[in-house]
């Protein structure tokens, strides 16, 4: 058996899944700074900075801030 890393594999070039991957990113709704968010497992905070399309910074309370993936299924906009 060959050697394969660990990791995420690349997605091939010609796959027809890029289609549905492309329309999947461009459904991420970003969220503005200010927002009140719900982490499953982090609770109530609010979005303080955005980190790229992709992410955002979330104050939780107490100084706990998190970087928190836009398509993460744990994050709830309120």
Do not use: C
């Amino acid at each position: 058996m060959p050697y394969r890393p660990a990791g995420k594999p690349r997605p091939l070039a010609n796959s027809p899944f890029n289609a549905a991957r492309e329309a999947a990113l461009a459904a991420i709704v970003p969220l503005p700074v200010g927002t009140r968010v719900s982490h499953e497992r982090h609770g109530l905070g609010r979005v303080v900075a955005l980190d790229g399309d992709a992410a955002v910074i979330v104050d939780f309370g107490n100084g706990e801030r998190r970087r928190v993936a836009l398509n993460s299924p744990k994050i709830e906009r309120l």
